[in-house]
């Protein structure tokens, strides 16, 4: 079973830039679809970024299309997400998540989660 530990996350002020990092231990990496969610307070958890197993698909949610990229390197068992252009409404636990399908956006198919990372946005 696969385990995942974020890192990276931090207090940043508005207009600035976060790489958060994700690496998996106790699995194939390869094998799973990589995605990131967030959690901000009293709002439910939402999608933010998915990456396939073979990094040919990516997707993003609304509100982040054109300032997050994700990425992974199988090689390193890492997926990344780089953040620019950090908005107040950033604001939020990330979770990094790991899925068996090949690419997925749905929470519901994703299995293994970390323990989340904390991202502050000021202004």
């Known amino acids: 079973q696969v385990q995942l530990v974020e890192s990276g996350g931090g207090l940043v002020q508005a207009g600035g830039s976060l790489r958060l990092s994700c690496v998996a231990s106790r699995g194939t990496f390869s094998v799973y679809a990589m995605g990131w969610f967030r959690q901000a307070p009293g709002k439910e958890r939402e999608f933010v970024a998915a990456?396939?197993?073979?990094?040919?698909?990516?997707g993003y949610g609304d509100s982040v299309k054109g300032r997050f990229t994700i990425s992974r390197n199988n090689a390193k068992n890492t997926e990344y997400l780089q953040m620019n252009s950090l908005q107040p409404e950033d604001t939020a636990v990330y979770y990094c998540?790991?899925?068996?399908?090949?690419?997925?956006?749905?929470?519901?198919?994703?299995?293994?989660w970390g323990q989340g990372t904390q991202v502050t946005v000021y202004s």
């Open positions: 990456i396939s197993r073979d990094l040919a698909s990516t």
């Open positions: 998540a790991a899925s068996t399908t090949w690419y997925s956006k749905r929470q519901s198919d994703y299995d293994y």
